[in-house]
């Protein structure tokens, strides 16, 4: 694991901030490197998945002798890339004659390694080798789709795993509305056997059908390849954990005494201590009372108590 000093500019902290792990992230970048040695099977290979990805990828052409990334210590210098090119994805190839066309896909969290999956380069065929017409050629900003045929992308372990890591590499920037028209092409990922994929590349050509939706055509145009696995490392629990973080708000408390019906929406119940009516002092001046006394002073026949006006008016009466 690299450490960092805390920086002391604003500038500085800004810029590291933009790079931090984001609830909501941006468009991922690709980093492309070379190892000790490759072949030039590699070399296409790498060469056309930057094609692919040219809009939002980063690649190194020199060797580096330092990365081995299923090593301990031998990642950190393919996590100091990823912070200084601020990628979150890489792809790594490397040729040994324990590991011939060796291409090694992964990922990374706050820029250190998250997982990854170890991959073998078979029947390759690069772009040139097909023919079609050139309009037909991927196109920067447009979506792909993606194919995933085959019983072992849910049921053997690398396969699954080298599923997510592919969507993660080819899907492109997430977006909220899309256009039709920018959905041009397809990935298909074939599962032939339990450790190798038939990988391939089709433009999607429109015809028409008579009716109001088109008739589709797949049209291959490259690369196309054979992956055959070969390790892999899954990241760890709390890791995982936290790279999935959803939200950072604190837990909300339950509310008490409130239930929620799908009828009448929101209830609760509201608890009010007792009023004590009873010992409420009272008002002797209102009209109400004296004209209560009154009437029940006329009723017992008595008018001694009643002032003088009073009397005279009920004289008259």
């Given at each position: 694991m690299m450490k960092f000093k805390t920086p002391q500019k604003g500038r500085i902290r800004r810029e590291l901030e933009k790079r931090a792990p984001k609830l909501v992230e941006t468009g991922k970048k690709t980093l492309i490197l070379h190892g000790t040695k490759t072949s030039q099977v590699l070399n296409d290979v790498m060469t056309e998945i930057y094609h692919l990805k040219r809009d939002n990828s980063v690649k190194y052409t020199r060797k580096n002798d330092n990365i081995r990334p299923f090593e301990s210590g031998g990642e950190t210098s393919l996590e100091f890339f990823s912070l200084k090119t601020d990628c979150s994805l890489f792809v790594y190839g490397s040729h040994s004659k324990k590991r011939p066309n060796n291409l090694v896909l992964g990922r990374t969290y706050d820029h250190h390694?998250?997982?990854?999956?170890?991959?073998?380069?078979?029947?390759?065929?690069?772009?040139?080798?097909?023919?079609?017409?050139?309009?037909?050629?991927p196109k920067i900003g447009s979506k792909p789709f993606f194919a995933f045929m085959g019983e072992g992308f849910e049921s053997?372990?690398?396969?699954?795993?080298l599923k997510e890591v592919l969507l993660d590499l080819f899907h492109g920037e997430v977006v909220t509305n899309l256009n039709l028209a920018g959905l041009d092409r397809v990935y298909v990922c074939v599962a032939v056997s339990p450790n190798r994929v038939f990988f391939t590349h089709c433009a999607l050509r429109l015809k028409k059908s008579g009716t109001v939706v088109p008739r589709i055509e797949l049209v291959e145009v490259g690369p196309s390849m054979d992956l055959v696995t070969r390790r892999h490392r899954l990241p760890d629990d709390s890791l995982r954990k936290e790279a999935m973080k959803t939200s950072l708000e604190k837990a909300k408390k339950k509310e008490k005494n409130v239930v929620k019906d799908a009828i009448q929406g929101k209830l609760g119940k509201i608890y009010i201590p007792d009023q004590k009516v009873g010992s409420v002092p009272l008002s002797h001046n209102a009209k109400g009372v004296k004209r209560e006394r009154r009437e029940a002073k006329l009723k017992h026949g008595t008018t001694e108590e009643l002032p003088e006006e009073k009397k005279q008016k009920l004289d008259s009466e």
């Open positions: 390694i998250y997982d990854l999956v170890e991959v073998g380069v078979e029947e390759f065929k690069s772009m040139k080798s097909f023919k079609y017409d050139k309009n037909l050629a053997v372990e690398e396969l699954k795993h």
